[in-house]
């Protein structure tokens, strides 16, 4: 029983907490990133995409409307 309750725990994490913690991070540095930063995104999407795939159907990535002053 032990045994199932920590891979329902690890299932848990690895599908929803830390895609769910990487698409954070994600939104608030994707436009400002450095190249090193950038590759260590693409490795999150790579190694998370089960759990982002998950996820996306809640997500809005589109940028914000931009204040154009007259």
């Given at each position: 029983m032990v045994v199932a309750l920590l891979y329902l725990i690890l299932a848990g994490a690895y599908l929803l907490v830390i895609?769910?913690?990487?698409?954070?991070?994600?939104?608030?540095?994707?436009?400002?990133?450095?190249?090193?930063?950038?590759?260590?995104?693409?490795?999150?999407?790579?190694?998370?995409?089960?759990?982002?795939l998950l996820l996306s159907p809640f997500v809005n990535l589109r940028p914000k409307r931009r204040q154009i002053e007259v």
């Open positions: 895609p769910a913690a990487a698409l954070v991070y994600l939104t608030q540095r994707w436009y400002v990133a450095s190249s090193f930063e950038r590759g260590f995104m693409y490795f999150l999407v790579f190694f998370f995409l089960p759990g982002l």
